[in-house]
């Protein structure tokens, strides 16, 4: 479950791809759509390039956090699955 805060998409800030992440809201909420348009017109890299590097080292963060996440849970579940192959 998200927080408060959370981010999500942030993957879209870094090329003109179409996003790939979809989210659900249970409660009323305010979110704010970044994109790289939109990130190109209010801070032009050419300009900001402190600005980008530092934007670019958080979403590797972010992401480096995200895959390590999934890759134990991943884990967890090649565990359960082959306790699962070993017991039938």
């Given amino acids: 479950m998200n927080q408060t805060g959370d981010i999500f998409g942030e993957l879209a ?3 003109d791809e179409k996003r790939s992440a979809s989210v659900v809201a249970v409660d009323d909420c ?5 994109d790289q348009k939109f990130l190109e017109h209010v801070m032009p890299k ?7 590097a530092a934007l670019y080292e958080f979403i590797a963060k972010l992401t480096t956090k995200r895959l390590k996440a999934t890759s134990d849970y991943l884990a967890q579940v090649d565990m359960e699955l082959r306790k699962l192959k070993a017991e039938s």
């Fill in 30 to 34: 305010f979110c704010l759509a970044v």
């Fill in 13 to 15: 800030a870094l090329d």
């Fill in 46 to 52: 050419d300009d900001n390039a402190p600005f980008y």
